[in-house]
């Protein structure tokens, strides 16, 4: 840190408890009182560097015997302020540094210490030092730290903009080109100097965070008007929002907290626990929300979502939490679910988590990216339908496995009720699923927790899902699914049927074309001649048969199926026969009602029993 020594005398000064006596021998004749201190001083040294002193010292009565008091409550520093000016006035030694020039500068305008009143005057000597300070990085931190306690002075002098200015451009420039010191470092123990001469070595590269640290400790408005003063530089948006994400985890503790329920308590190492009360956080934190940049992506969804959770706690204004929950809304792709959880406020609240608060984000996201003119079966979609293009469906994808893996994860708790879990599933449109894997296991896994649902309830919600686009994974097993509804398993027992068929026809229409294509213009003979050169019999016909065999022995396994339930279920009697391979079945309309209510072929024998037994 830089310093600037000025005066030659010796300490000419003791503390008695609240005054200051001068040790010069001389009687004192003046008395001034800052604050709760007063100094016993002798007039000639005051005058001959003060005006303001010079004048009132003037005006005083001079009656015999007594004494010229003066009073400078509103003195800019206070008593520890005065002190140095009353030794520089002396010509003590005082030692000017980056924490006091500013109270000094200030100080001096407001004594009047011109150049009028001496040579080399304190307002000279301190306006030169902040000139030096300015040029400084770690010096114009502290200078900047110290404008607060002279704000209106520091205002005035037009201090404080100077050193905003000077940071500003530092942190907008390359701090490696120019080898701005940074907070910590001390210039004048270089170990890149040796006997003066600079080695070879360069220090290393400073990351792009580098200042986020050291301008975390200015108080709020002045970190405010220096990130205004960055942002205007043209400083790329997300490092603006990296800092102001730093300050406000360093000043609001519960920023760092993890976002499950089991660790809310959890501080990460190295966190600041601020002294500060929950409504200053809760006001810091609406300032905090409302200095982010306004741009998708700047802000990691990780700390959206944060200041979501943390506004909560600390019970911030409707408006910051809408404005959290529909910039998170924006960029829900970018989100992941641990983040997502977040857990219920207060104490009348029924759930763990804040379903609602959840179904406000998707519904955010799906007004920005979901089409308006997809038809009612968008397995279809046109090119251009989507905002965006085709990139689009991408995001709601990617939403959809969030969203079904947030159910999932809520699904166990016996307080969430049906309609919530509806609505938030029901919200991702069917075609933003390639898969209903991950939707079945939540559903799956809110039937095992809620056994009470009747089975007019359970249909509905297996409604959700679209039996046609179950893996044969998840087929597998939700035809062994005894929670599931009797509708549901026979209906994904008919499609993987009629997927087995559509694969085995297809394999005999590959059959069939490669049989042709070895076969041309009727020259049978030759075909046939060549038929064992171009096609090896272990690989061609021989993997058909196994191929046949993996379908023949699927399909087998789903009719014992069948019968193992027909057992058990007498309702359940006719399906086995209905669902044959003896008969060719076609299907009418394999997508009504979103896959749930299919009605069987017409050329099955009878009508499908859709009662529960």
């Not at 519960?254 to 409504?279: K, Y």
């Not at 396994?557 to 209905?578: C, Y």
Request: glycine share 6%; charged share 25%; net charge negative.
């Amino acid at each position: 840190m830089a310093f600037l020594k000025l005066g030659s005398k010796s300490e000419e000064f003791r503390r008695e408890g609240q005054t200051w006596l001068c040790t010069s021998g001389l009687p004192s004749d003046v008395t001034v009182e800052v604050g709760e201190m007063s100094f016993f001083l002798h007039k000639f040294p005051l005058l001959s560097r003060s005006g303001l002193m010079n004048r009132l010292i003037a005006e005083f009565p001079n009656e015999e015997g007594s004494s010229c008091v003066l009073q400078f409550h509103d003195a800019p520093g206070g008593a520890k302020t005065f002190e140095l000016i009353t030794k520089f006035c002396y010509g003590v030694k005082i030692e000017v540094t980056a924490l006091n020039v500013v109270c000094l500068r200030c100080a001096a305008e407001y004594f009047e210490m011109t150049e009028k009143y001496g040579e080399g005057n304190l307002i000279k000597q301190t306006e030169g030092f902040l000139n030096e300070v300015f040029s400084n990085w770690a010096d114009s931190i502290k200078a900047l730290e110290t404008c607060e306690e002279v704000q209106t002075y520091a205002e005035d002098l037009y201090i404080i903009p100077r050193c905003i200015d000077s940071l500003v451009m530092k942190v907008c420039s390359d701090p490696n080109l120019f080898n701005w010191p940074v907070a910590g470092s001390n210039s004048s123990q270089d170990p890149n100097l040796w006997n003066g001469i600079s080695s070879e070595i360069k220090p290393p590269p400073l990351d792009d965070n580098w200042w986020y640290e050291d301008v975390s400790f200015l108080s709020l408005p002045l970190f405010k008007r220096l990130i205004s003063a960055i942002e205007s530089k043209g400083m790329k948006p997300e490092s603006v929002a990296a800092s102001i994400i730093y300050y406000a985890r360093r000043y609001v503790p519960l920023m760092n907290r993890q976002s499950s329920i089991c660790d809310t308590n959890h501080v990460n190492p190295g966190t600041i626990i601020s002294t500060t009360s929950e409504t200053d956080q809760g006001a810091l934190l609406e300032e905090i929300v409302g200095l982010l940049p306004d741009k998708r992506g700047v802000t990691s969804s990780k700390y959206l979502l944060r200041l979501l959770r943390t506004a909560m706690i600390l019970h911030a204004s409707p408006s910051c939490r809408e404005t959290l929950e529909r910039r998170v809304g924006a960029q829900l792709d970018q989100a992941v679910l641990v983040d997502l959880l977040i857990p219920s406020m207060g104490y009348s609240v029924e759930t763990l988590h804040d379903i609602d608060c959840v179904q406000r984000i998707v519904d955010h996201f799906m007004s920005i990216y979901q089409p308006t003119s997809v038809a009612a079966s968008p397995c279809i979609i046109e090119e251009g339908q989507l905002i965006g293009g085709a990139d689009t469906l991408t995001p709601i994808t990617m939403v959809a496995n969030l969203v079904d893996g947030y159910l999932a994860e809520v699904a166990p708790d016996v307080n969430l009720k049906l309609p919530k879990f509806q609505a938030l599933a029901a919200t991702i449109p069917d075609y933003a699923r390639p898969l209903d894997d991950a939707l079945y296991h939540a559903i799956d896994v809110y039937l095992k927790a809620h056994p009470w649902l009747t089975d007019s309830e359970r249909e509905q919600l297996c409604r959700l899902m679209n039996c046609q686009k179950l893996s044969l994974e998840a087929s597998t097993h939700a035809a062994q699914n005894e929670r599931l509804p009797l509708r549901v398993v026979v209906q994904v027992l008919f499609f993987e049927q009629l997927r087995l068929r559509t694969s085995i026809s297809g394999w005999f229409f590959v059959s069939d074309s490669l049989e042709n294509s070895q076969n041309p213009s009727g020259n049978l003979g030759l075909a046939k001649s060549n038929d064992t050169r171009q096609l090896d019999p272990a690989q061609g016909a021989e993997n058909m048969r196994e191929r046949l065999s993996e379908l023949e022995k699927e399909c087998s396994n789903i009719k014992n199926e069948l019968q193992k339930l027909a057992k058990t279920k007498k309702s359940w009697s006719i399906f086995p026969k209905r669902l044959g391979f003896r008969k060719k079945s076609e299907c009418r309309n394999p997508k009504e009602s979103n896959g749930i209510d299919v009605k069987a072929p017409s050329s099955m024998n009878g009508k499908p029993n859709h009662e529960n037994s």
